[in-house]
């Protein structure tokens, strides 16, 4: 449960960090990360132009170098991009002048005041310089469908367990996430609908 829906201590080391929306009201915000890749960024958009939905992108800027073509799209059918760094790095383990840098060379390929970190972690300065310029966008719900340890009725089973009124869910639009997500993604939905869960876009 520490990985699937942090706890309340780690949220607070980040301060006007958004892991929830609307508390009170059935809705979801459905994300997905790493993306835009061809093998896999297509088919999520089918999924959810087949369910109506929109959702929110946090793109690798390197990806969106590599395949502006797919980064359109998104954005073409009505869904959200957000900043995900250029090189999918993570704060902890690079000097925060590296981070911070790697963040803007992404910024001039993603049009967004979205971030969210990868894998969730990043010094307490780097965050706080980001503040001022993003709306940083964490989680509530995060599915691990890009774990080799996880099953694909194990990613759709922690969606079942954890989401609640205003969870941000995270999916993967990754090579590694494809064989959870082509079962969970749909199934979730699906379940999601049926426990009378509306969709919402990040900003709604």
Request: charged share 30%; aromatic share 14%.
């Amino acid at each position: 449960m520490l990985i699937e829906r942090p706890p309340f201590l780690y949220r607070a080391f980040f301060p006007g960090a958004h892991w929830r929306f609307h508390k009170e009201e059935k809705v979801v915000y459905l994300t997905f990360d790493d993306g835009p890749i061809p093998e896999m960024t297509p088919w999520v958009l089918d999924v959810l132009d087949q369910y109506h939905i929109r959702a929110t992108f946090f793109c690798v800027g390197d990806n969106v170098r590599k395949y502006p073509h797919i980064y359109r799209e998104i954005m073409e059918r009505g869904h959200l991009t957000g900043n995900h760094t250029f090189h999918h790095l993570q704060g902890l383990k690079v000097r925060s002048k590296t981070y911070l840098k790697d963040i803007q060379e992404a910024e001039e390929r993603i049009e967004s005041k979205l971030f969210r970190p990868p894998h969730g972690h990043m010094r307490l300065p780097q965050f706080f310089n980001l503040r001022k310029r993003y709306d940083v966008i964490m989680w509530d719900v995060v599915t691990r469908d890009y774990s080799c340890l996880m099953t694909p009725e194990q990613v759709f089973d922690n969606v079942k367990k954890y989401t609640r009124n205003g969870s941000v869910i995270v999916f993967h639009d990754s090579l590694k996430a494809e064989e959870k997500i082509k079962y969970a993604l749909p199934k979730s939905i699906e379940w999601l609908l049926e426990q009378g869960y509306q969709f919402r876009l990040i900003g709604e």
